[in-house]
């Protein structure tokens, strides 16, 4: 999957693994991991069978966005990068067609 970030900044915090060290401290090992998942994928719908990575979709104010667990309270949140999105039938984003995601924010708890 191709990742591209929201800011320059953003991007900065992750370019290497001292940064995402530095920048996100005891949830690096975590972030290094699901980042290293999404580059490993071919789409988004690969995201699915990781468990742990629960990567979902978001709603009430954050729809159109999803999310992928850090811990249960800090999460990567995202968007497809496609003009249009991707949509199945019903409605909903089709996954499978998803291959490349902006990231809009690291570690946000919206609680």
Sequence with gaps: MQICY???KLEKSVESRSAIKKHYGDRAKKLSQRLDDLVAV???EG????SAARCHELT???????????????????????????????GGIDW?????????AIGEDYH
């Design 60 to 90: 009430g104010n954050r729809q159109g966005e999803l999310a992928i667990d850090l811990s249960p309270n800090h999460r990567i949140i995202f968007i497809p990068d496609h003009d249009p999105v991707p949509r199945k039938a019903d």
């Design 47 to 50: 995201m699915r069978s990781i």
């Design 6 to 8: 929201h800011t320059r």
């Design 42 to 44: 071919a789409n988004l």
């Design 96 to 104: 499978i067609l998803i291959t490349c995601i902006v990231i809009l």
